[in-house]
């Protein structure tokens, strides 16, 4: 079970020390949310900041991208440091190209999907990404309310990676708590975003302890994965 500390919910004045302190606190992944102004109604940060952080942190950077035009997007993110690349299937006869140059700039691929969109748009494509992201509010700012509605969702992308033997994480973000991770992982997530809940406490470090042990704690025991 990983969980990723969301940067959105940082001191943006601070962001050098708050990466610091999600370095520290146990987690294994950080995670860079990316708007656009377009896709979503807000704007976030670009790839100079993501190049900036990246010698503060041996987190695997986990970088979701929530933009329209992703394509001119991935090499900067890739040369900035970026591990994974996250972009949206609501983005339609994009995704296939989009997939194949996020690998061809070997980085790992995740395919995210918005709670009002099915899951079956997924399905075409879970035999070539590393990672299904579960949106669990509509994506574009931090501290909303879990959306409870998408629990079936985490369920079928778990089921369709026992089902046809693959490796892929199943990720969830926003609302994540220590009430709902609790709710994810019994449904079969494995990695989990959060970030008002983690980035709001004083003491991450043990923040992040506690969700990990909820996690572990609702695991089914269906992953065996690659990270
Ligand atoms: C929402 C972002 C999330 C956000 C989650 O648009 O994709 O990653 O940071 O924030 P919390 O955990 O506060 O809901
Ligand atoms: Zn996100």
Redesign the pocket.
């Known amino acids: 079970m990983i969980i990723a500390p969301?940067?959105?919910?940082a001191n943006f004045g601070q962001l050098a020390k708050e990466t610091g302190r999600a370095s520290r606190s146990g987690a294994q992944w950080l995670?860079l949310?990316i708007?656009d102004g377009h896709f979503?109604p807000?704007i976030s940060f670009g790839p100079q900041v993501v190049k900036t952080l990246r010698p503060l942190s041996k987190l695997f950077f986990d970088v979701?991208l929530?933009c329209s035009k992703p394509e001119i997007l991935l090499q900067p993110f890739a040369q900035a440091g970026a591990d994974q690349i996250i972009i949206h299937v609501e983005l339609g006869e994009a995704v296939a190209s989009l997939i194949w140059k996020i690998r061809a700039l070997g980085k790992k691929v995740g395919l995210a999907v918005n709670p009002p969109t099915s899951i079956a748009l997924i399905q075409p494509y879970l035999a070539q990404i590393d990672l299904v992201l579960v949106?669990?509010?509509?994506?574009?700012?931090?501290?909303?309310s879990?959306i409870h509605e998408c629990l079936p969702k985490i369920q079928q992308a778990s089921e369709w990676r026992r089902e046809k033997n693959l490796r892929y994480r199943v990720e969830v973000?926003?609302?994540?708590?220590n009430e709902t991770i609790a709710e994810c992982a019994g449904a079969g997530a494995d990695t989990f975003?959060?970030?008002?809940?983690?980035f709001n406490q004083r003491n991450m470090r043990a923040a992040v302890a506690r969700m990990q042990k909820i996690a572990d704690a609702h695991d089914p025991g269906l992953a065996d994965l690659k990270i």
């Open positions: 969301s940067l959105l919910a995670h949310d708007m979503v807000n979701h929530m949106m669990t509010v509509n994506p574009g700012f931090g501290g909303q879990f973000d926003g609302g994540i708590n975003v959060a970030g008002t809940a983690l």
